[in-house]
């Protein structure tokens, strides 16, 4: 048996001060033995409105937040949490999870659209009938119906959570260099070996995570742009009332504006087409590691418009890093590799974003502005509902067909296979679907008594273990 | 196997099927050994397991063992199930390369149930519990391929299908568009259809003999170009794994049924002759043969075009791979499945087209990728195949995959297609691949606690193996033969 022969990468320097520079650090930090493992974060200052893009954080298995250890209940109290179900694109709602259940085989739009159903599609979504009465219900095992149990998006002030990572990330060993890095000391190959600081001081690293927002430290000029240069700002409003379980977008021919409700203030994140050299373009990194040094949030990718999947990118991201943690010595295959997954991630979340900026498009124009690839996709979705996922899928087919159906872009046939159940058993399950729905969500509070009984109940436990 | 699927899951309303064979041509018959895919298949046409066991004598089979491919005396099992258990989301196989040079553990076939089980002879179901030892592996079948096809004819006879026997003469095409449009029988009946599956094997009567799909040649890469086969009795009992042993030109197959087994000896023409592949699996057989010696010729590779005007190849007609880990009814699967989602609506099928010959590409492409890898990891160069095998040239996509395990022990994994991630683990470190780290998350654990638990793990593997039927009284019990 040959003895390992690698040597693992023992100086980590993270560069970068926000929400993903202390996300990294705090999860390297818990997943490595930092007695082996030097992490260093590199930075003393971050960019208002990028930090607030990374509001809506998705629930799913790849969330870091909760293996960090902080819980749902933690967002909410302490990081002015709140929840979405779906995202309200210019009045076209686009629910979170699943619509309906599959009957014998077939997805359940097919079944919708050979019913000729009364009821509007959405109307088979937990999430959507809720968002429609304000109300609210985490996604527990008892308001799930048979296999359909809705999915949230938990909201949260990202400028707080970074504040509360820095901590967790020092506890276990993680050192913070609080000045900004200003040069790079690098070799032809793009091995960067030590990183210079604002303060004189100079960190040595084998390897690098570029977290500090539109950088460019380091790497090649591989940005591939999605659009004109735009700004970023953001304002923070006082919260809107009654609260709405809904991320809600607005565009006009020069602006995106996403607007995130928390519970005591609504972040809107603008993202406005500016005529300066020096604003970033929207796009993102195709070669995303280069070197010895990966970029990570707003330095891998830079959004049109604000939506929760680049919150979900992010984890993903740093998720892989970690399991591609490399040698110091050999990286080549595993740089290539991280660098395959990520940009295909990059492209689908841009390919997401295409398909809004187009969505009230007729079919061929469409296509035209979706490219080849998405193009193709979405033709056979329209032509039969039937959805093909590639190998990266940061997005899952439901977040694909909801937003499509959402945008009128409903399948012209259904699947034969559709046609085995008979229509009176068919139009029998969907209507006992339906009244489960509307039953079980009449139970769910509306946002703001759930988020408010939330609060209740944690400052009651507080005060009787005070007392 | 398509024209049950079809017409099990289509509405009779919606397609009419006529299947057209003819019994003078007969069934290859050698594809005996399966993957773990096939239950879904089956389950999906609604056949009770024991049932389709005892009709085609089939047994269970745990995985594939290679025997001599990485060098002759050497030997590993290709499970269809883990090694170990993930811990805090790190292979398993991280926490054993840590230990493995330090502390003798024994080989990572000691942390595997279905190798162990296998080894032992014995079978039990798994458990439906992924999370438990029990619940940590899947399993195929072993079958006579001549019993499965009438017994699938059977089937799809009861849901409408319509079948024909005779030789097909001559096709139609529509003089425009050079669509098929119908095909006419020895006896002169004249079958017309809207869209035809060809499932001629081999020969392509219509996805090549007519249309001229145009075939991609592999044989660059997977040089094996023939085989010889031959059934003999049972000369110990059924073992639930199959055998692959690499030979001087190629390889041989050893495959266990009720009531035979299955051998064969697939071999690089330009290396041996038929008469000395003849002789050498004559030379190894354990039982007695019940027949003649069948040669089988092929050109590993796939058609260009598997769906091409109104034609689909299913089966040999749409490619073949050297069958070397039970392929080829996965391929067979796989395009009935992709077509079914996929089945034309109407006569404007493009984006369905496109996307199935994409997609039957890249699930080729997968598979054609890890045959690849049994064959170039080896140390053997003892003779002039294998001295040939060492200068291939592999596929980019393979080179990038080696790469990636050696340096850090991780996979570039896939949603699509066949062979994931613990099967390319079983031949990378069964070939002797062996990555040069492993993932420092495992440093969390001290040394003596880790070793402490693998050895524990191992211990349980080795006692739950003991606590399983044999293999042969399982069959019994469960799947008599109906001979």
Redesign the interface.
């Known amino acids: 048996m040959n003895r390992v022969s690698a040597q693992p990468v023992r100086r980590i320097a993270i560069l970068g001060d926000g929400f993903a520079a202390w996300l990294a650090a705090t999860w390297l930090a818990q997943q490595l033995n930092t007695k082996k493992t030097e992490i260093t974060v590199i930075g003393n200052s971050v960019d208002e409105a990028t930090e607030l893009s990374f509001a809506a954080l998705p629930s799913t298995p790849d969330d870091l937040l909760g293996a960090i250890g902080i819980s749902a209940l933690d967002l909410l109290i302490q990081h002015d949490g709140a929840y979405s179900l779906g995202l309200d694109i210019e009045g076209q709602v686009v629910p979170c999870g699943a619509v309906g259940r599959a009957f014998q085989g077939a997805a359940f739009h097919h079944h919708w659209r050979l019913a000729n159903s009364p009821q509007s599609y959405f109307q088979y979504s937990p999430s959507y009938v809720a968002l429609q009465d304000n109300r609210f219900a985490p996604p527990l095992p008892r308001n799930a119906i048979g296999g359909l149990q809705h999915e949230v998006i938990r909201h949260a002030d990202p400028l707080s959570l970074t504040a509360a990572l820095r901590p967790i990330a020092r506890q276990r060993g993680v050192q913070w260099v609080a000045h900004d890095a200003h040069g790079l000391n690098c070799d032809a190959s793009h091995i960067i070996s030590s990183i210079r600081c604002d303060d004189g001081t100079t960190v040595a690293c084998d390897w690098v995570i570029d977290a500090s927002g539109v950088s460019r430290l380091a790497g090649a000029d591989d940005w591939l742009t999605s659009g004109d240069a735009r700004s970023l700002s953001a304002t923070r409003d006082v919260p809107e009332q009654p609260l709405r379980p809904c991320i809600t977008i607005h565009s006009d021919a020069a602006s995106w504006q996403t607007r995130i409700p928390l519970w005591q203030q609504t972040i809107t994140v603008h993202s406005r087409i500016a005529d300066s050299d020096t604003t970033p373009t929207p796009g993102y990194r195709q070669t995303p590691w280069i070197g010895n040094c990966v970029s990570l949030g707003a330095s891998a990718y830079r959004s049109k418009v604000v939506l929760p999947w680049q919150s979900l990118l992010l984890m993903r991201s740093i998720r892989r890093l970690l399991e591609f943690l490399p040698d110091a010595r050999h990286m080549q295959a595993v740089r290539r590799a991280y660098n395959r997954q990520t940009s295909a991630e990059h492209a689908e979340l841009a390919g997401f974003e295409r398909l809004l900026e187009c969505r009230a498009l007729p079919d061929n124009k469409r296509a035209s502005a979706l490219g080849a690839t998405l193009a193709r996709r979405v033709a056979l979705w329209r032509r039969r509902g039937h959805w093909v996922n590639g190998d990266d899928t940061l997005l899952d087919h439901v977040h694909w067909t909801n937003a499509l159906m959402a945008f009128g872009v409903e399948p012209d046939q259904h699947d034969p296979i559709a046609e085995r159940l008979a229509a009176a058993e068919r139009d029998t399950k969907m209507a006992e679907l339906a009244t489960k729905i509307t039953q079980i969500v009449r139970e769910f509070p509306p946002l703001s008594r759930y988020i408010e009984a939330a609060h209740r109940a944690v400052a009651e436990q507080r005060a009787g273990r005070s007392a | 196997m398509t024209a049950a699927a079809i017409a099990t899951?289509?509405?009779k309303?919606?397609?009419q099927i006529t299947l057209i064979e003819s019994e003078s041509i007969g069934i290859v018959g050698v594809g005996e050994a399966t993957l773990p895919h096939l239950r879904r298949f089956n389950e999906?046409l609604g056949i009770d397991e024991a049932e389709f066991m005892a009709a085609t004598s089939a047994t269970f089979k745990l995985g594939i063992e290679f025997r001599d491919w990485r060098r002759p005396g050497d030997a590993y099992i290709h499970p269809f199930g883990d090694y170990g258990n993930p811990v805090?989301g790190v292979g398993f196989h991280h926490y054993w390369?840590?230990l493995?040079?330090e502390s003798?553990l024994g080989d990572i076939s000691d942390f595997s149930l279905p190798i162990v089980a296998g080894l032992a002879g014995r079978f039990a179901h798994p458990a439906s519990t992924p999370d438990t030892l029990a619940g940590t592996y899947g399993y195929a079948y072993q079958m006579d391929a001549t019993r499965y096809a009438p017994f699938l004819r059977r089937l799809a006879e009861s849901r409408g299908v319509v079948r024909h026997e005779g030789r097909v003469v001559s096709v139609d095409q529509a003089p425009e568009s050079g669509d098929i449009t119908a095909v006419t029988m020895e006896d002169g009946q004249r079958h017309a259809g809207d869209f035809f599956i060809d499932c001629s094997g081999f020969f392509g009567l219509l996805i090549e003999k007519t249309l001229g799909a145009g075939y991609e040649d592999w044989r660059h890469w997977l040089p094996c170009d023939r085989a010889v086969a031959v059934p003999t009795t049972r000369a110990e009992t059924a073992r639930p794994y199959t055998q692959a042993s690499a030979k001087t030109a190629g390889w041989q197959w050893r495959i266990p049924l009720q009531h035979r087994d299955g051998n064969g000896y697939v071999f690089c023409s330009e290396c041996l002759s038929t008469d000395g592949a003849t002789a050498a699996l004559q030379e190894t057989l354990a039982g007695d043969p019940l027949a003649e010696v069948r040669e089988l010729r092929f050109t590993t590779g796939m058609r260009k075009r598997q769906w091409h005007h109104n034609c689909v190849a299913i089966g040999l007609a749409g490619g073949f791979l050297a069958p070397l880990e039970s392929t080829s009814i996965y391929l067979i699967q796989a395009a009935i499945e992709h077509l079914?989602?996929?089945?034309p609506?109407d006569g404007d099928y493009a984006?369905?087209r496109?996307?199935f010959n994409k997609?039957m590409q890249q699930e080729f492409e997968r598979v054609r990728d890890f045959l690849i890898l049994h064959y170039v990891a080896t140390e053997r160069t003892d003779s002039a195949f294998w001295r040939h095998i060492q200068s291939v040239q592999i596929p980019d996509s393979l080179a990038?995959r080696i790469?990636?395990f050696?340096?850090?022990g991780?996979f570039?994994?896939?949603?699509?297609g066949l062979f994931l991630t613990p099967s390319w683990l079983a031949v990378f470190l069964g070939q002797g691949i062996?990555?040069?780290?492993?993932?420092?998350?495992v440093?969390?654990i001290e040394e003596a606690v880790l070793r402490q638990r693998l050895l524990e793990l191992r211990r349980r593997v080795a006692d739950h193996a003991g606590t399983m039927q044999v293999h042969n009284d399982y069959l019994a019990d469960y799947c008599p033969a109906n001979l």
């Not at chain 2, 079914?340 to 089945?343: A, D, K, L, V």
């Not at chain 2, 062996?434 to 998350?441: F, Q």
């Open positions: 899951a289509l509405p309303d919606r397609v999906n805090n390369r840590r493995a040079h003798p079914i989602t996929r089945f609506l984006p369905e496109d996307d997609t990038e790469a990636l050696r340096e850090r991780v570039d994994e896939y949603q699509q062996l990555p040069m780290s492993y993932d420092p998350r440093d969390q």
